[in-house]
């Protein structure tokens, strides 16, 4: 062969780790480069000298330590005229350190293969000198970055040739002079990351080929990739750096239309990706994430220049078959499928989410296992594989055949849910609203879970409905994906963990939440194995986490006691136990109790301060308070069977596995401080259970769900950490094995009887998804400035306006002289004594209405009022008119300080919101919450 003229040139920056190495196996090349430069760019760990020792220091060019790597190859060309129409350029990264035949192979193949001005080597790991890291790399329309390769796949042979490929790495890249010159050379845009798909995206352009020669071998250390160095090419954060190149390079060079589509596609997985980052507690990439999209689209100039200088030469027919054999190189548009899974799987097993390079954010020291990677069995079948979704998936089969008489509906409501109507405006209306000009008018705060109602609906785009049917029947689901989430860290055992969530969520307490309507108790029984989570993490001792935890729990204690007052004490009680047990001990851990006892109180002060007026209402649940919703005696085995009492609720021996598999764990003589614990945590949520359900409050008995879902907690958690006692048990034999296997059936009947009860018996109480409307559609079609409509049902009666009220409405406290005025007006109408009208007339009331069924008796009282007159009677209920003429109420002036605490509310949620979400390492949570469970 005629013998090409090769320049090598090595660029180093801060490598002094790998460079050594670099440069003897540049020294022993077998085909030796005609000339050679160094580039240092501000180097502090003596590359520079290296390279002096080396390369001599008439080839040293020294660069400031922001150079990119492609300005570096630049200067150095431009020192070194061209030697001839047959040059190479080798460039060679201070981490890549080729085999000794590279450049050899390499020229061999351009030998060969006339038309190819690219070559690149197989790649392998500086580590792991078996394992692949690339042999050629393709791209996908959303910008990431595909090597085809499996995870840690080694090298085998199974990918050896000459490929033709979209582009290959910098590392060890080989490329004719004159191909350089004429596509301009590496883009100084992209100091790093990414520039070399853009070079190489533009040389095909050209009608050039890329090649990958796999009898070529390097190994890449990937030292800036890896975050094994310091980068200072930009002030940009690297994973910003290298997703906004990503984005960059693909809307540069795709044509017109497709550069549409595939920027709509990025618009919208990078909306997801920030998602996924946010709720994985990873702000810093859900930043970078933003920012990245964010510089794409605030620089349309900038991106518009870019297509223009790479826009291929030709007329339209011949960019189009370019673009075509591009394209086929591309990543196929199936995996768009594959990379999504691959996302919700990582987040749903606790890992970070891949990045758009491909890469999970894990340490350095997982990457430099050397194990060989598990047979790929589809992302799709590892995801629908895993514990957690295989149980999140049966729960939601199971609550689909349950609630099956409540899906579908027009409008869901009943017991103590009042008929879901309006959407998310009418919510964040009612609640900033200083004056609610609903019921007989009513100036106090509105219920604080109104806004969580309303910033949910928002989510849900706008409808209520929507979020209410997730809050409340997907609330087994839910809770059942809490609690495996939770326990992650306090159960390592998989089995036991998938056990105490399905178990959990499946309790009396879910049942009977979603049979009586109860929204605020589903809420909350959501919300449980959360608390439990963050208080572990708070008692962990390390204190920076632990002030995050305590944060992220008063936000989360704010929302449960905005549902559920008697949720404070209760978890008060046990805060306030923990503190005086762990703070002796570890530091930090009083004042992080008290950031999290704090937060509730500060957002929701001023409905708390009313609550404080009236201290029954404490104990009262968002919705309505019907009497016939709780049993007036609530039986011992009932308590211990943590059943609440009221429709809907299983027999008792369906939760007796769990109390069995409970009582059993006292036998046990290791791990009696958490035997001890969890029944204590039991009993004192019976003890509360048994005081609350004695108590009456407005004319109804409270329900007792949340304290004995305290207790249920307590129980399953104790379980699930002895569980491994069981299997010790079951391997000795005998006895003991039988006694444990026992033990294990009797405790996996629980969640299996209530499962079977349930679906076979369906939602058993006042809940519908048909709920009829409040308010006859006559009446509201007659309400006319601001009149309003006594509505009679029995012996209760409500005032209503042009409208079905919205949820919160009716918990207004109402002026009681206003409303036992027209109680008595109201009851005398119904019971035929003549009732004052005047006194309706006053308070703005123009209509009587009777919920069906209307009987003969009652219209007949009604029709023999003179202040009456009928406007209808029919199976749907009856409307009379008031003669008398309606005084129009006037609007009361809202307090000076409801708008100003709203503004002030909002701007803490934030800064509580920004406290409790840093970043962390997914290994954390493991160390802290093993930290404290020892510690207990």
Aim: proline content about 7%; glycine content about 10%.
């Amino acid at each position: 062969m005629a013998r090409p003229y090769v320049t090598a040139i090595v660029v180093a920056h801060d490598g002094g780790r790998w460079l050594g190495e670099t440069l003897q196996a540049l020294a022993g090349q077998s085909r030796r480069p005609d000339r050679v430069a160094g580039v240092d760019n501000g180097s502090r760990d003596g590359s520079a000298d290296l390279l002096v020792q080396t390369l001599g220091r008439g080839n040293l060019i020294s660069l400031p330590r922001s150079t990119g790597f492609g300005e570096s190859v630049a200067a150095a060309l431009e020192r070194m005229p061209s030697a001839g129409p047959d040059e190479w350029i080798w460039l060679l990264h201070d981490d890549c350190a080729p085999d000794r035949r590279a450049l050899e192979a390499l020229l061999v193949a351009a030998q060969y293969h006339p038309k190819a001005a690219v070559l690149g080597p197989k790649l392998r790991d500086w580590l792991d000198r078996r394992r692949l890291l690339e042999v050629g790399v393709t791209v996908g329309r959303t910008g990431r970055r595909d090597t085809g390769l499996e995870p840690r796949e080694f090298d085998q042979g199974q990918h050896d040739g000459t490929h033709d490929v979209l582009s290959v790495s910098t590392a060890g890249m080989l490329i004719r002079r004159d191909v350089w010159e004429q596509v301009g050379g590496l883009d100084p845009f992209f100091p790093l990351f990414r520039d070399d798909l853009d070079l190489c995206w533009r040389v095909r352009n050209a009608g050039h080929q890329v090649l990958n020669v796999t009898a070529a071998v390097a190994w890449h250390a990937e030292a800036a990739a890896r975050r094994r160095r310091r980068i200072t090419v930009s002030g940009d954060h690297p994973r910003r750096l290298d997703r906004r190149n990503a984005i960059f390079v693909v809307m540069a060079n795709l044509p017109f239309g497709a550069m549409l589509w595939a920027l709509l596609r990025n618009v919208v997985g990078s909306a997801f990706r920030t998602l996924l980052f946010v709720v994985s507690k990873q702000p810093a990439n859900a930043l970078d994430e933003m920012v990245a999209m964010a510089s794409i689209l605030v620089h349309p100039l900038r991106l518009l220049r870019a297509r223009r200088a790479r826009r291929p030469p030709g007329n339209r027919q011949s960019r189009k078959k370019a673009y075509i054999r591009i394209r086929r190189l591309m990543t196929p548009r199936g995996a768009a499928w594959r990379r999504l899974t691959d996302m919700v799987q990582s987040f749903l097993a606790g890992q970070a989410p891949v990045d758009s390079a491909g890469r999970h954010h894990h340490s350095t020291a997982e990457e430099e296992e050397h194990e060989l990677p598990p047979p790929d069995t589809g992302a799709v079948k590892r995801f629908l594989s895993r514990p957690g979704v295989v149980l999140l998936l049966a729960l939601t089969a199971v609550s689909l055949a349950a609630e099956r008489s409540l899906l579908g509906g027009e409008r869901l409501g009943g017991g103590a849910l009042v008929p879901v109507t309006g959407d998310a405006g009418d919510l964040w209306a009612f609640y900033t609203e200083g004056f609610h000009d609903v019921g007989l008018g009513s100036s106090a705060w509105a219920p604080p879970y109104v806004a969580v109602l309303a910033a949910l609906s928002t989510l849900a785009l706008g409808k209520t409905w929507l979020a209410v049917s997730v809050l409340l029947l997907g609330s087994v689901p839910l809770a059942g994906a809490s609690a495996y989430l939770a326990t992650r860290h306090v159960i390592p055992a998989v089995p036991a963990r998938a056990w105490a969530a399905g178990t959990y969520a499946l309790l009396p307490v879910a049942t009977g939440a979603i049979a009586a309507g109860r929204l605020g108790t589903a809420v909350v029984f959501v919300l449980l194995p959360l608390y439990a989570s963050f208080g572990t993490v708070l008692l962990s001792g390390e204190r920076r986490r632990a002030r995050r935890a305590a944060w992220g729990l008063g936000l989360l204690l704010a929302v449960g006691t905005a549902f559920v007052p008697l949720v404070y004490p209760l978890f008060a009680v046990l805060g306030v136990l923990a503190a005086l047990a762990f703070g002796g001990v570890r530091r930090g851990v009083v004042t992080s109790m008290v950031i999290a006892l704090a937060v509730p109180v500060v957002l929701l002060l001023p409905w708390l301060a009313s609550l404080v007026a009236d201290p029954g209402r404490i104990l009262l649940e968002a919705g309505l308070h019907d009497p016939a919703l709780a049993d007036p005696v609530l039986a011992p085995e009932s308590l211990l069977a943590l059943s609440p009492g009221g429709p809907g609720l299983p027999p008792f021996w369906v939760t007796a596995g769990l109390v069995t598999a409970a009582l059993a764990a006292l036998l046990m003589r290791r791990q009696r401080m958490i035997v001890a614990i969890g029944w204590g945590i039991a009993l004192y949520g019976m003890l509360a259970a048994i005081l609350v359900s004695r108590v009456t409050v407005e004319g109804a008995r409270v329900w007792p769900g949340v304290p004995l879902a305290f207790a249920g907690t307590g129980l399953l958690v104790l379980v699930g950490l002895t569980a491994h006692r069981l299997a010790e048990l079951r391997a000795g034999g005998g006895l003991r094995r039988l006694g444990a296997t026992a033990v294990v059936a009797v405790a996996f009947s629980t969640p299996l009887l209530a499962a079977g009860f349930w679906v076979a018996n369906g939602v058993r109480g006042p809940l519908v998804g048909d709920a009829p409307d409040v308010l006859p559609a006559l009446a509201a079609s007659y309400s006319k400035n601001g009149e309003r409509t006594l509505v009679i049902k029995g012996s209760a009666f409500t005032v209503l306006h042009a409208r079905t009220p919205l949820i919160g409405e009716a918990e207004l406290p109402a002026d009681p002289d206003a409303r036992a005025r027209v109680r008595a007006a109201a009851q005398g109408l119904a019971g035929g004594r003549g009732g004052d009208a005047a006194t309706l007339a006053q308070h703005g009331i123009a209509m009587v209405a009777v919920a069906p069924p209307v009987s003969a008796e009652l219209a007949k009282r009604l029709d023999s009022q003179p202040s009456l007159q009928r406007m209808s009677l029919s199976d749907a209920g009856g409307l009379w008119r008031l003669t008398e003429p309606v005084k129009r109420v006037p609007a009361q002036p809202e307090s000076a300080l409801h708008t100003p605490w709203l503004w002030m509310q909002g701007a803490l949620v934030l800064v509580a919101a920004l406290l409790a979400a840093p970043g962390r390492r997914p290994s954390e949570g493991v160390e802290s919450s093993s930290a404290a469970l020892a510690g207990a």
